[in-house]
């Protein structure tokens, strides 16, 4: 790819993971002020994450064969244009349906731009998949920072101001992307019985389960943490500047910080590491008794966390060359899955009383260490791929 292309490239899946960050910690930031403007539930508050889940599900699940047969830009102008269209409806909701509506399509929207941007920063450097893909997530902490920085210091919580804030950078984004040339390669026309062919499979297995547990973990911060700290006795300021300073900033030192130990170590090795680190630093963060010790707490779970998801995308482009659009789709479907099950779960375990989040949230730390557990198993399995010589692709 010339130098241009490559420059071109990692700018406009920077500002799309930038415009996806803000999104993400949209639900979460905005849930105390849904929650008292249409008096919701935590129950209700869970069904809405659910929704959201299940619309980046689907999406996941599908963008990867339609990039993988329609190319990169396509997809990302789709995307963006849906969670655009999701803003504006939300920014005219009346009540619980519209709502779940929203919600919904703004799910779609942004599912199908975590494939999209995250294969794009794939293609940067093929030698150096898991940084490149690192290095742009790291916008996606600023994304995640900014919401809730705004939010709670210049918009005290405005529900409208912000998701009309958030619109305009999505519309930002899509024009970025739509006056943006990006790399082509080798389009394959998609067949569900090509999905039998993909091998290994049990390697796909396995990073699909880490997904599956580690977007649970992450969106349970995202969408319940200021709910939680609220309930805790914070105001809601307290609470916002915690998610923002504290859980964004520690994502993008977490990111940061992987940039030099993917020189050393390979991906998988250090997704172990950083599972080891969630277990503890999740479980602090869900039982401090402060707000000063849940800030430390939250932010050094946000760099446990931070090089988990990229690597793991990154560890996927490398072991499955053929279709990697559709695998890397698997993949972030898989893990969206994990976010509508643990959304599912944290909301019943809270049912309607705030005081039951701490116990909910729970869930985190457990699943954590499940993915400690199965990222030793993925080492395993890359180090014997590291072995098999795979032969070229003819197109």
């Avoid at 930031?29 to 935590?42: D, K, N, Y």
Wanted: proline share 4%.
């Amino acid at each position: 790819m010339p130098g241009t292309s490559t420059r071109s490239a990692i700018v406009l899946s920077a500002t799309v993971i930038f415009a996806y960050g803000t999104v993400a910690s949209l639900l979460g930031t905005l849930l105390p002020s849904l929650s008292a403007h249409f008096h919701l539930s935590p129950e209700q508050n869970g069904h809405l994450a659910a929704w959201q889940a299940v619309g980046v599900t689907l999406a996941t699940l599908i963008a990867g064969p339609f990039m993988d047969s329609n190319g990169v830009k396509a997809t990302l102008v789709g995307g963006l244009a849906l969670m655009l269209i999701s803003l504006i409806g939300l920014l005219a909701a009346v009540g619980w349906s519209t709502l779940i509506i929203t919600i919904f399509v703004l799910g779609v929207g942004s599912g199908t731009v975590i494939v999209a941007a995250n294969s794009l920063a794939g293609q940067v450097d093929e030698k150096q998949r898991a940084s490149a893909v690192n290095l742009a997530n790291t916008f996606f902490g600023l994304g995640g920072l900014a919401t809730p920085f705004i939010a709670a210091n210049l918009l005290s919580g405005n529900p409208v101001r912000l998701a009309y804030l958030v619109a305009a950078l999505t519309a930002g984004a899509l024009l970025t992307t739509l006056s943006t040339r990006t790399p082509t390669r080798a389009r394959e026309s998609f067949q569900i019985s090509q999905l039998a062919k993909i091998e290994p499979k049990s390697l796909l297995l396995l990073l699909g389960f880490v997904s599956f547990l580690y977007v649970g973990c992450e969106i349970a911060f995202w969408n319940w943490l200021p709910k939680y700290l609220i309930s805790r006795g914070n105001d809601a300021r307290t609470a916002l500047n915690i998610l923002g300073f504290g859980f964004a900033c520690g994502m993008i030192a977490g990111r940061l910080l992987a940039l030099p130990l993917l020189r050393r170590l390979s991906p998988a090795a250090v997704v172990i590491l950083a599972g080891a680190a969630m277990v503890i630093t999740t479980f602090a963060a869900v039982h401090s008794a402060s707000s000063t010790l849940a800030f430390v707490s939250v932010f050094l779970s946000g760099v446990a966390m931070g090089p988990v998801f990229p690597s793991t995308l990154g560890i996927t482009s490398d072991a499955f060359p053929r279709l990697t659009g559709t695998c890397i789709g698997i993949v972030i479907t898989a893990g969206w899955c994990g976010a509508a099950i643990s959304s599912w779960i944290i909301g019943n375990i809270a049912g309607h009383d705030p005081s039951r989040l701490g116990l909910a949230l729970s869930v985190v730390p457990l699943f954590s260490l499940l993915i400690f557990v199965l990222s030793v198993g993925v080492r395993r399995m890359t180090l014997k791929a590291q072995t098999v010589v795979v032969a070229p692709v003819v197109t």
